[in-house]
């Protein structure tokens, strides 16, 4: 029951930087102060002018409330001012609707279904072009 | 405590009925092994019968000797509910009434009642009395708690069929690589359009899809709470990364959604699925032409 | 584990640490008693909800969980209660207000939304209480049968 509770206060999400992208990858139940720290690391790296996207990999999370649905649009905002695009990708079908139902639609997030597609979407055709592409059968 | 000492003392007669049951377990077992509930449902082998019949005496025990005769959330029911409640809902299976499973838990209590009579025979008429009295109340509260598993155990029933036809209903169609579709029909209620979400958004993970069509062509109406539950699903999908469409909303429906004053603005929609498919087609990068162009062989 | 006392249970609301054993427990419980996937994220995310409002406007308090059975259908009641100042106007406090960061009442219109029965009672100066409910199966409703 304990073994996947993050420990109090010294919980801290890594920050990646893969390339011009910043990957920072959720898991489990997240202390609300681990996302404080995470909002402020992330604004610190993305300072870099060098980054021109974050992809925040929420697949590993099985709940988004309203605390932390402001923390990734204030990611978002924060690294639109620095020039670099915040995609938010994996986030599972019930913390979607549970979103919704909240009344928390980030209309100014952009989502993508998993962090291989979010890369894609932030022109990541430079970091590696064969990373994490989806088995193409032909029709 | 020793059967001479117990002689000795007025034991409160819910504690009696205890000892008696623990003591006569084996015999009440092979009796209720005869008895309807337990025989038919337990065709394959008489040994099961008995089994289960221990099991609830041994349960029936605890109770007394907790002396909660009459409180169905006694611990030892747990027993109860799991082991008899199972056998009387195979038999509610099988097609048989509430009413005539009561008669069969009812049925139970005279065999036990019986052997009490028996076993108390050389004391006082008093006692035997109580003592019989204690017994057919925790018997009656047996007879509750199977009643009250059973319904539950028909109330989910109802529910689990109930889920099944909306999931039957509700075909997922993967049209293309990356895209999914809904083709919708008859009338959305509110508990459909939840299933249809759901279902949908599972699709759009299961199939890797960036597209998902929701086609209404087939639905007669849409009111108020099914045009937000489809701007909701459209919602959901986009924060899942992927664009949902809505096809073939028919001029009447247009027309219902404008009186309802509910803004679809937001929403991709499409006259029809195959446009909603074309569209979608043209936002991952595919053309659609007349015929192959030359030289497009294999490489 | 036949008895419901792994279910019950009153937790304290004191601290960020706190919400996330409440968000553990509302989880455990609506699985434990049958709620689907959806069912229970909604759950608990009403239940994170609240706890940071009795935290964050109640000054701390309690979450008392507790399966509940209503005509055979279960269910899971959650009562999050605190001593704080107290919600002046209830109307405004509902209303939706997630978009001012550190606006009253905040969360609590959208956490209605994610369970079947919400009651909330509070007046300046005797703390707030919030009852929710949700069931594992739609609340028994008469009228939807046909």
């Not at chain 2, 003591?23 to 337990?42: P, S, Y």
């Not at chain 2, 009387?88 to 099988?94: E, I, K, N, T, V």
């Not at chain 3, 964050?56 to 899971?76: D, K, S, T």
Request: charged share 20%.
């Amino acid at each position: 029951m304990t073994g996947l509770s993050p420990s109090p206060y010294g919980g801290q999400v890594p920050v990646l930087r893969i390339g011009d992208v910043l990957l920072v990858t959720l898991q489990g139940d997240l202390h609300d102060g681990t996302a404080e720290q995470l909002q402020q690391d992330v604004s610190e790296a993305a300072a870099d002018s060098r980054v021109n996207g974050v992809v925040i990999d929420l697949s590993g999370v099985e709940i988004v409330d309203s605390f932390l649905g402001r923390v990734l649009a204030d990611i978002a905002a924060k690294t639109r001012l620095l020039a670099a695009e915040t995609v938010v990708a994996g986030m599972r079908p019930a913390v979607a609707i549970t979103l919704v139902e909240l009344g928390l639609t980030l209309p100014g997030l952009r989502t993508a279904l998993s962090t291989e597609e979010a890369l894609r979407l932030l022109g990541g055709a430079s970091i590696s072009p064969r990373y994490g592409r989806t088995r193409q059968e032909s029709p | 405590m020793s059967e001479q000492e117990a002689e000795g003392h007025q034991v409160a007669p819910a504690q009696e009925v205890g000892d008696f049951l623990r003591l006569r377990r084996e015999q009440i077992a092979q009796r209720w092994a005869d008895a309807a509930l337990f025989r038919t449902v337990f065709t394959v082998s008489r040994d099961e019968a008995v089994e289960a019949g221990r099991a609830v005496v041994e349960a029936l025990a605890a109770v007394a000797a907790a002396e909660r005769l009459e409180d169905p959330e006694a611990d030892g029911f747990n027993v109860v509910r799991d082991q008899l409640a199972r056998t009387a809902a195979s038999r509610s299976r099988a097609g048989s009434t509430n009413s005539q499973i009561s008669t069969e838990v009812d049925a139970l209590r005279p065999p036990v009642l019986e052997l009490l009579v028996a076993d108390l025979s050389a004391r006082g008429e008093e006692h035997v009395r109580e003592c019989t009295t204690a017994l057919t109340v925790l018997m009656g509260t047996l007879r509750m708690v199977v009643l009250e598993t059973l319904l539950t155990a028909g109330q989910e029933l109802i529910e689990r069929q109930r889920l099944q036809l909306l999931e039957v209903a509700t075909p997922v169609i993967k049209l293309w690589e990356g895209i999914v579709a809904v083709p919708l029909i008859g009338t959305l209620d509110s508990a459909r359009s939840q299933v249809v979400m759901e279902t949908l958004l599972d699709s759009i993970v299961e199939q890797h899809a960036r597209f998902a069509i929701l086609d209404i062509t087939g639905v007669p109406t849409v009111d108020s709470l099914v045009a937000q539950h489809l701007m909701k699903t459209v919602a959901a999908a986009r924060l899942m990364g992927a664009e949902c469409i809505v096809s073939g909303i028919r001029p009447a429906i247009a027309q219902t959604i404008v009186h309802l004053g509910i803004d679809l603005g937001t929403v991709m929609t499409r006259a029809s699925l195959a446009d909603a498919l074309a569209y979608a087609l043209r936002q991952q990068g595919a053309d659609i032409v007349a015929h192959v162009p030359d030289g497009a062989g294999p490489r | 584990m036949q008895t419901a006392g792994g279910l019950s249970a009153c937790l304290p609301i004191t601290s960020d640490l706190d919400l996330v054993w409440v968000r553990q427990h509302v989880r455990q419980a609506a699985a434990q008693l049958g709620f689907g996937l959806v069912a229970q994220t909604k759950l608990v995310t009403a239940a994170s909800e609240l706890a940071r409002n009795t935290l964050v406007h109640g000054g701390g308090g309690q979450m008392e969980c507790a399966p509940v059975n209503r005509g055979g259908v279960r269910g899971l009641r959650l009562t999050f209660s605190d001593e704080g100042p107290g919600i002046a106007d209830l109307d405004q406090a509902l209303r939706d207000g997630y978009t001012s960061a550190e606006g009253l009442g905040m969360g609590l219109g959208g956490a209605r939304r994610l369970v079947h029965e919400f009651d909330i009672d509070s007046s300046p100066g005797r703390g707030t209480t919030v009852t929710v409910a949700s069931w594992v199966s739609a609340p028994p409703r008469p009228r939807e049968e046909r």
